[in-house]
C-alpha cells in the first residue's frame, strides 16, 4: 500500500510539473510567432478587443496542448516508475530535468530566430548564429556549473502550487473562452426574416469556379475543348462576353457577389477578410423574399467568410477540407472557436491547419485540392432537404491550383511525364510576374491548368444531368461564373496580383432562365457587382439601396447587342486597413465604349493604359499615347469611388 501511495503522489507532482513545462513552452513559443507579424496583420481587419480574443483563443490553445503534451509524457514514463521503485523520485526528477532542457533549448533558438528577423540579418549571418547557438548550449551542459544552471532555470515554476495554478488557469481560461464564445454566438445569432406563407415557385442556382478563366473555356473561344458540358448548357443560356471580377483573389470576390458592393464598401480587403454590415447579404434578401437558402463552398476563405450568422443560410455545411487527425482536432475543439460573430475563425482553422501540416510533414495547400466531384455531391445532398423555391449556392474549388486533373483528364493537352516535374511545386520567383525566359514552363502549367478545367466541367455535366433527372431543371434558373480568373500570360501566373490584367479578372457569365430555348451572346462591359441585383430582379424583388450594381435582366433577350455599353470597375486593396482611409493597391476600370482598361495605383497615383486586346500584359502602358482617355478614365474611377484620396493639383 505505501508503495501505490508512493507511486500516486509521484506521478501526480510529476503530470504537474510535465503539464507546467509544456504550456510554459508552447505559450512562449506561440507568443513569439504571434508577435512576429500575425497581430499586425489582425489590426487590418479585426478591432482592437478582437484582436486580443484572437490572441487568447491561441494562448489558450497552445497552453491546452502543453497540458496533453505533459500528460502523454507522463502516461509514458509511467511503467519505468512503476518498475523502479527505489529510485521513483530521482527518476521523476531526472524526467522533469530532461524536460527543462527540451524546453529551453527550442524555445531560447525560437526567440533567436525571432529576433533575427526583426532585425533583417542576411542568411549567412542567421546560419552562423544557430550554429553558435547549438554549440554554445551543448557546451553548457557538458559543464557541470553550466548545466546546473540551464536544468534549474525553470524551478520557480515547478514547485508545487504554482503548477497546480498554471493547470487550473489553463482549465478555467479555456473554460471562459467557450463560455463567452458560446454567449457572444448566441447574440450574433439575429432572429430570421419570417418567409412567405408561401414559397415561390421558381429555382435558383448559382455555380461558380474558383480561378476559372473565361478566355480558357471553349465557350469563349478557346481553341481547346475545355468546357464541353457548360457549353451545351450555354447553347439555351445567355452569355455575357465581357465581365469581370471585383477583385483578383477570393475573398472580395466572394464578398461583392454576396453583397453587391465593391472590396471599398464590404471593407474585404485580405484574403481572411469578413463582411462587416449585418443584413447586407443576397441570401439575407431572398430569404425574407421567401426562398429557402443554402451553399457549399469547397474555398474555406469563402466559407469562413459566408458563414457569418447574419447571411442566413437556412443551410450552410462545414466542409472537411483535410480529412485525419486535423480534422478530429478541428471539431473536438469547437468550444473554443465557435462561430460567435467575433474574432476570425479563418485564422484559426489556417493557424491550426499550418501547425499540424508542418508537424506531419504535409503539403500546406491541402485545403486547395477538394476535388469537384465532391463539391457537387455536397450540392445533391443540399437539393435533397431543399423544398421548391430554393436558391442556392455551390462554389467549387476546381480549377484552381495545384492542378490535378482526374485521371480521364490527366494527360489530354500535356503528356503525363511533364506532370511529374512540377506537380505541387511552388513558383515564387513567378509573383508578382515572371521574365518572358520562363514562357515556355508557364505554358506547360497552362496545359495541366486547362485539363483540370476539362475535370470541373466534367462535374458540373453529371450535376446537371442529375438536376434534370429530379426534375428541377425546368424551373430553375441557372447561372454560372467565377470569383476571378487565372493567368499564365503577360509575365502574370496565376491571381492575386495587383496588376489586374485581363485573364486575371475576365470570368464567364452564363445565365439559363426556366424553359429558355434560345442562345443569346451579350457584349455589354459589367462587373461582379450586377450578380446579386440580376438574381433579385429576376426573383421579383426590388435591389436594395445598399447594392451598386445594376441589374442585367434587361439584356437577358437581347442577343448580339451590348458592343460598345457599360463599364466594370475592379478593386486590389489587400495591403489597406479597414479602419483607415485607402491609401494602397490599385482600382481598374474597364471601358466598353473604347475597350480600353485603365489601372490607377493608389500609391503613387499613377495610372496605366491598356488596350484591352493586350490587356494582358502587366506592364503595358499606352497613356502617353492617348492622354485625353487617360484622363477620363483616371475621372471615371474617382467620380464612382470619390472616398480614394487625390492630390491637389
Known amino acids: 500500500m505505501p508503495s501505490e501511495s508512493g507511486l500516486s503522489s509521484t506521478l501526480t507532482a510529476l503530470w504537474f510539473r510535465l503539464m507546467s513545462l509544456g504550456i510554459m513552452g508552447l505559450v512562449f513559443a506561440e507568443g513569439l510567432l504571434l508577435a512576429q507579424g500575425e497581430v499586425q496583420g489582425w489590426t487590418f481587419y479585426l478591432t482592437a478587443p478582437e484582436v486580443v480574443f484572437e490572441v487568447a483563443v491561441r494562448l489558450i490553445f497552445a497552453a491546452l496542448a502543453g497540458m496533453v503534451l505533459g500528460t502523454i509524457c507522463t502516461v509514458a514514463l509511467t511503467p519505468f516508475l512503476w518498475h523502479f521503485k527505489a529510485s521513483r523520485e530521482r527518476l521523476a526528477e531526472w524526467a522533469t530535468r530532461v524536460a527543462v532542457v527540451l524546453v529551453v533549448f527550442p524555445d531560447s533558438r525560437f526567440a533567436l530566430v525571432a529576433l533575427i528577423k526583426w532585425s533583417h540579418r542576411g542568411v549567412r549571418f542567421t546560419s552562423a548564429l544557430l550554429v553558435a547557438h547549438f554549440l554554445a548550449f551543448a557546451i553548457a551542459l557538458c559543464v557541470p556549473r553550466a548545466r546546473k544552471e540551464v536544468v534549474t532555470s525553470l524551478d520557480g515554476f515547478l514547485d508545487e502550487k504554482m503548477t497546480r495554478r498554471t493547470a487550473l488557469a489553463t482549465v478555467g481560461g479555456a473554460a471562459a473562452l467557450a463560455a463567452t464564445e458560446f454567449a457572444l454566438g448566441t447574440t450574433a445569432r439575429t432572429v430570421k426574416?419570417?418567409?412567405?406563407?408561401?414559397?415561390?415557385?421558381?429555382n435558383f442556382l448559382l455555380i461558380t469556379f474558383d480561378a476559372l478563366n473565361a478566355e480558357d473555356m471553349s465557350l469563349y473561344g478557346h481553341r481547346l475543348p475545355?468546357?464541353?458540358?457548360?457549353?451545351?448548357?450555354?447553347?439555351?443560356?445567355?452569355?455575357?462576353t465581357n465581365f469581370y471580377s471585383a477583385s483578383t483573389f477570393t475573398t472580395p470576390c466572394v464578398a461583392t457577389m454576396l453583397t453587391g458592393t465593391y472590396p471599398s464598401e464590404s471593407h474585404v480587403y485580405q484574403l481572411k477578410g469578413r463582411t462587416t454590415k449585418v443584413d447586407n447579404s443576397l441570401p439575407h434578401a431572398m430569404r425574407a423574399a421567401g426562398y429557402a437558402t443554402a451553399a457549399f463552398f469547397s474555398n474555406p476563405y469563402a466559407y469562413y467568410l459566408a458563414e457569418r450568422p447574419e447571411n442566413e443560410f437556412d443551410f450552410l455545411p462545414e466542409p472537411t477540407f483535410q480529412q485525419g487527425g486535423l480534422q478530429n482536432v478541428w471539431d473536438a475543439t469547437t468550444p473554443l472557436h465557435q462561430n460567435s460573430g467575433i474574432g476570425n475563425r479563418i485564422d484559426e482553422y489556417i493557424d491550426l491547419q499550418s501547425l499540424w501540416n508542418v508537424v506531419g510533414r504535409l503539403p500546406d495547400n491541402l485545403h486547395e485540392r477538394y476535388r469537384a466531384v465532391a463539391s457537387f455531391e455536397h450540392a445533391r445532398e443540399l437539393l435533397g432537404k431543399l423544398p421548391d423555391g430554393f436558391f442556392l449556392w455551390v462554389h467549387v474549388m476546381t480549377p484552381h491550383g495545384p492542378y490535378l486533373p482526374e485521371p480521364a483528364e490527366l494527360g489530354r493537352f500535356l503528356p503525363r511525364n511533364v506532370h511529374q516535374v512540377f506537380e505541387?511545386?511552388?513558383?515564387?520567383?513567378?509573383?508578382?510576374?515572371?521574365?518572358?525566359?520562363?514562357?515556355?514552363?508557364?505554358?506547360?502549367?497552362?496545359?495541366?491548368?486547362?485539363?483540370?478545367?476539362?475535370?470541373?466541367?466534367?462535374?458540373?455535366?453529371?450535376?446537371?444531368?442529375?438536376?434534370?433527372?429530379?426534375?428541377?431543371?425546368?424551373?430553375?434558373?441557372?447561372?454560372?461564373?467565377?470569383?476571378?480568373?487565372?493567368?499564365?500570360?503577360?509575365?502574370?501566373?496565376?491571381?492575386?496580383?495587383?496588376?489586374?490584367?485581363?485573364?486575371?479578372?475576365?470570368?464567364?457569365?452564363?445565365?439559363?432562365?426556366?424553359?429558355?430555348?434560345?442562345?443569346?451572346?451579350?457584349?455589354?462591359?459589367?462587373?461582379?457587382?450586377?450578380?446579386?441585383?440580376?438574381?433579385?430582379?429576376?426573383?421579383?424583388?426590388?435591389?436594395?439601396?445598399?447594392?451598386?450594381?445594376?441589374?442585367?435582366?434587361?439584356w437577358l433577350n437581347r442577343d448580339g447587342q451590348g458592343e460598345g455599353e457599360g463599364v466594370a470597375f475592379c478593386q486590389y486593396l489587400e495591403r489597406n486597413s479597414i479602419f483607415r482611409p485607402l491609401r494602397h493597391g490599385t482600382i481598374g476600370v474597364i471601358d466598353g465604349r473604347s475597350q480600353y482598361q485603365y489601372v490607377l495605383d493608389l500609391d503613387?497615383?499613377?495610372?496605366?493604359?491598356?488596350?484591352?486586346?493586350?490587356?494582358?500584359?502587366?506592364?503595358?502602358?499606352?497613356?502617353?499615347?492617348?492622354?485625353?482617355?487617360?484622363?477620363?478614365?483616371?475621372?471615371?474611377?474617382?467620380?464612382?469611388?470619390?472616398?480614394?484620396?487625390?492630390?491637389?493639383?
Open 193 to 202: 426574416a419570417a418567409l412567405v406563407a408561401q414559397r415561390p415557385k421558381s
Open 226 to 240: 475545355t468546357t464541353p458540358n457548360i457549353d451545351a448548357l450555354a447553347g439555351k443560356s445567355t452569355v455575357f
Open 424 to 554: 505541387g511545386e511552388g513558383r515564387p520567383h513567378w509573383k508578382p510576374h515572371y521574365e518572358p525566359d520562363q514562357q515556355s514552363l508557364v505554358n506547360q502549367w497552362h496545359l495541366r491548368y486547362d485539363e483540370f478545367i476539362v475535370t470541373a466541367d466534367r462535374a458540373f455535366g453529371a450535376f446537371m444531368s442529375d438536376l434534370e433527372s429530379r426534375g428541377r431543371f425546368q424551373d430553375t434558373t441557372i447561372i454560372v461564373s467565377a470569383d476571378h480568373g487565372e493567368s499564365f500570360e503577360g509575365g502574370v501566373f496565376q491571381h492575386g496580383s495587383a496588376y489586374q490584367t485581363r485573364p486575371v479578372i475576365h470570368i464567364p457569365l452564363i445565365i439559363r432562365t426556366p424553359d429558355q430555348k434560345d442562345y443569346h451572346r451579350i457584349a455589354v462591359t459589367a462587373d461582379q457587382t450586377a450578380l446579386a441585383p440580376t438574381i433579385l430582379e429576376l426573383a421579383g424583388q426590388k435591389k436594395p439601396d445598399w447594392m451598386r450594381g445594376d441589374s442585367l435582366v434587361k
Open 604 to 649: 503613387t497615383e499613377r495610372g496605366t493604359l491598356r488596350p484591352l486586346k493586350e490587356a494582358q500584359i502587366w506592364n503595358l502602358d499606352r497613356a502617353a499615347e492617348n492622354p485625353a482617355l487617360a484622363e477620363a478614365l483616371r475621372a471615371a474611377i474617382y467620380a464612382r469611388f470619390p472616398e480614394l484620396p487625390q492630390k491637389t493639383p
